[in-house]
């Protein structure tokens, strides 16, 4: 399978913990998002890579999340001292994209996600 | 308001009915508009892709963009059961690369 892959797929945690999940992107994809999906509503942006440079975060990722793209292959999203409203779909995404601008051909495609439960 | 704007439903007809399902947007910089299927528990599909106003037909799905409306569109025709799932859709501006996502809506199609 050659697509986006998530783990865990499920983690359940007490609050106050620190978690960390793992995206690894389709193969030469250069760029890598984030996205928070809770339920009944669509996934919001968090942050993206481009290769191992992370470009942008949103206001959303607060001081207790942190991701890291370190060899511009895999990534990484930590969540430090879990709370209950951390609880949701953590989503990966990856896209090819040539220069700095995008286009047409920057298409998104979601791995299956990451749901977490704080308890 | 939110940005994009879609009735969330849930939304039930019967097995081949033709599903229109839309969304409205805000920011009239929108470029590029994406249909995206979500089964239960899984990462969001790509469907559809469309740049600017204009229709895009893919086999049983047509998508249609109305920027001077701020509107898009998604159409099933001729729909199945196994195309129940959430709908999404989503836009994002050249260079910006953050995709902006409507709520979903929640289709059954019902045997």
């Known amino acids: 399978d050659t697509g986006v892959s998530q783990n865990p797929r499920h983690k359940i945690t007490k609050r106050g913990q620190n978690v960390t999940f793992r995206c690894d992107p389709i193969?030469?994809?250069?760029?890598l998002y984030w996205y928070r999906q809770t339920l009944g509503q669509g996934p919001e942006f968090l942050t993206y890579?481009?290769?191992?440079?992370?470009?942008?975060k949103s206001r959303l990722l607060s001081d207790r999340f942190s991701a890291e793209r370190p060899k511009g292959s895999f990534s990484t999203l930590e969540i430090q001292r879990t709370e209950q409203g951390d609880s949701a779909m953590y989503l990966c995404?990856?896209?090819?994209?040539?220069?700095?601008?995008?286009?047409?051909?920057?298409?998104?495609?979601f791995g299956p996600g990451t749901r977490l439960t704080v308890l | 308001q939110k940005e994009v704007e879609q009735d969330p439903g849930p939304l039930s007809v019967p097995e081949g009915a033709i599903v229109s399902l839309n969304c409205t947007y805000s920011?009239?910089?929108?470029?590029?508009f994406m249909w995206y299927r979500q089964y239960s528990r899984k990462g969001p599909e790509l469907l559809m892709y469309?740049?600017?106003?204009g229709n895009k037909e893919d086999g049983r799905f047509t998508a249609q963009v109305d920027k001077s409306s701020k509107y898009i569109s998604l159409f099933i025709r001729d729909s199945q059961p196994s195309d129940s799932a959430t709908y999404l859709c989503a836009m994002y501006i050249q260079g910006a690369q953050k995709l902006v996502f409507g709520q979903g809506t929640r289709l059954t199609i019902n045997p």
């Open positions: 193969s030469e994809h250069n760029r």
């Open positions: 890579f481009q290769n191992e440079a992370q470009l942008e």
């Open positions: 920011n009239s910089a929108f470029q590029y």
């Open positions: 995404a990856s896209s090819v994209t040539i220069g700095t601008s995008g286009g047409p051909g920057d298409t998104q495609y």
């Open positions: 469309t740049y600017s106003s």
